[in-house]
């Protein structure tokens, strides 16, 4: 198989395509009854939670197979998917990661490694001193996945 490239999302990149991929990448989680926004969110909140984020797709064969975004800190009373951002989400110097994703047929490749290598990147040549993401506390994969990057659990529901 070849492998996937990651590149900035452009302006002219159809949401439509990445909103597809995200309900097909977080399937087999909404399955496990855990609650992603990225299981059946609009086009709209698609494209409401790419406003002001830098947003990166890997595609293989002309096809989007995966993507992340991130963003600096949600100004204080800014909502976050209909809710106030957890605290770490609006503290200064803090960029927050969001809609990883790989499409199911692309896993195993190390793609989300690649998209976080890529988000963290961008996040420190932003000057951002730490990077804040959330899960689903039943997650314990990804958990331990982020925990290896070095990641640690600062809340909780």
């Known amino acids: 198989m070849a492998v996937p490239t990651i590149r900035p999302l452009a302006a002219e990149d159809c949401l439509t395509e ?3 991929l995200l309900h097909a990448s977080y399937a087999s989680l909404a399955e496990q009854g855990w609650n992603f926004t990225a299981v059946d969110q ?3 909140v698609t494209r409401d939670r790419l406003a002001g984020a830098q947003g990166f797709v890997a595609e293989l ?5 995966g993507t992340v975004a991130v963003r600096g800190p949600k100004p ?3 909502a976050y998917i209909a809710d106030p951002p ?3 989400y609006s503290t200064p110097g803090t960029a927050i990661l969001s809609q990883l994703a790989v499409h199911p047929d692309c896993r195993g490749l190390g793609l ?4 976080m290598d890529v988000a963290e990147a961008w996040a420190r040549e932003q000057g951002y001193v730490r990077l804040a993401l959330d899960t689903a ?4 994969a990804l958990r331990r996945r982020y925990e290896r990057r070095g990641y640690a659990t ?4």
């Open 18 to 20: 990445l909103t597809r």
């Open 42 to 44: 609009s086009v709209d």
């Open 61 to 65: 064969g002309g096809r989007m197979v």
């Open 76 to 78: 204080t009373g800014e």
């Open 86 to 88: 957890p605290p770490l």
């Open 112 to 115: 989300g490694e690649r998209l």
């Open 137 to 140: 506390e039943p997650a314990t």
């Open 154 to 157: 600062v809340g909780g529901v």
